[in-house]
């Protein structure tokens, strides 16, 4: 989308007017820390997504998914009540892409890549990270913080790397553009709430009947109408 400040990394927790929820998240990441300590750490419960995503992400990268292309997983939700509650109160404006727990195995990384939807930015929380751990966005190398954010526009070409022989660990939170107006989320929502229930088999799909099956001319369009009545 034209006109959206477009930069590899942003510093949300300092930026309480765009960011106004990244602050509080940050000041609360025991709680998420601690859930995730008690549920997942050292379990092999995290797992990809598709065949795509592992030609993307690679073989390293798994997920335990809290939501999903707008809708929340309630049974992840009810093993981590604590971080559910917090995400919900903090009303961070959450995008399509959804939450989750992600896992990068030692000795892997994500190979450069793009989205190419500069309407969507992603928070990442530290939560268990390996030293020499590192994502780069735009060129720009950071490494991770446990406990504080680390925000990105993956729109820009961007890699991970986990040199380490542990785990690395951050709960990802996708969420739309903070200079998104409420009628631009609103039309992004329906689109791809649209595109998701079509994927899904939610919506019925027919096949179009060309003119030549219907008649020519306004006579086949209205044949096509009626069902074939004059």
């Not at 998240?25 to 997504?49: C, V």
């Not at 809708?71 to 093993?79: D, G, Y």
């Not at 739309?176 to 631009?184: F, G, I, M, N």
């Amino acid at each position: 989308m034209e006109g959206l400040t477009a930069q590899p990394f942003w510093d949300a927790a300092s930026d309480q007017d765009l960011f106004p929820w990244a602050a509080s998240l940050e000041a609360q990441a025991d709680t998420i820390q601690k859930e995730f300590e008690d549920k997942l750490l050292g379990t092999s419960r995290f797992a990809s997504d598709s065949v795509w995503q592992n030609q993307v992400m690679g073989g390293g990268w798994s997920a335990i998914r809290l939501q999903r292309l707008g809708v929340w997983n309630t049974e992840n939700c009810a093993e981590f009540p604590e971080t559910y509650k917090l995400l919900k109160e903090l009303r961070i404006p959450l995008a399509v892409r959804g939450v989750c727990f992600a896992r990068q195995a030692p000795n892997t990384g994500v190979q450069p890549h793009s989205d190419g939807r500069n309407f969507i930015l992603t928070s990442h929380l530290g939560l268990q990270i390996p030293k020499d751990c590192w994502i780069e966005v735009g060129g720009e190398r950071k490494g991770w913080e446990t406990g504080k954010l680390t925000t990105l526009d993956t729109s820009f070409t961007h890699a991970t790397g986990n040199p380490s022989d542990e785990d690395r660990h951050v709960l990802i939170i996708d969420f739309w553009h903070p200079e998104l107006t409420k009628a631009e989320i609103a039309a992004l929502e329906f689109i791809y709430d649209l595109r998701n229930k079509f994927e899904s088999g939610k919506v019925p799909f027919r096949k179009p009947r060309s003119l030549e099956q219907e008649g020519m001319g306004l006579q086949g369009i209205w044949q096509s109408i009626t069902g074939g009545g004059k």
